[in-house]
């Protein structure tokens, strides 16, 4: 199974910016979806950002118009441009792929198979 790895994680103050990365341990890689979920204590894991193999995205309403997801195919590598972030978005943020056509939000556990070990992102207010 490929290994996912993500990075970027960080604490910063609210309003701030992160960009968060997810690499593949081969290449090519390309599955019909990958994304970001993020699960804070208490919380379920929830869908962020997803994006499929022709470069479609879809966001979480939380998240619209300040995270950009994207995926440089060449480094076989996802990325999570975080701005504008709000002490609500502080969590475990996870990458990871799955293989539906529609790439789906929700129920995220049970959509994606391959999960990477997650990055901390603190927001201070």
């Known amino acids: 199974q490929v290994q996912l790895v993500e990075s970027g994680g960080d604490s910063v103050q609210a309003g701030g910016s992160l960009r968060l990365s997810c690499a593949a341990s081969?290449?090519?890689?390309?599955?019909?979806?990958m994304g970001w979920f993020r699960q804070a204590p208490g919380k379920e894991r929830e869908g962020v950002a997803v994006i499929d193999s022709d470069g479609t995205t879809k966001y979480a309403d939380s998240v619209k118009g300040r995270f950009t997801i994207s995926k440089d195919n060449a480094k076989t590598t996802l990325y999570l441009r975080m701005d504008s972030l709000k002490p609500e978005d502080a969590a475990m943020y996870y990458c990871a792929a799955g293989t539906y056509k529609y790439c789906p939000l929700i129920y995220p556990q049970l959509h994606y198979s391959n999960w990477g070990q997650g990055t901390q992102v603190t927001v201070s207010s």
């Open positions: 081969r290449y090519p890689y390309n599955p019909s979806c």
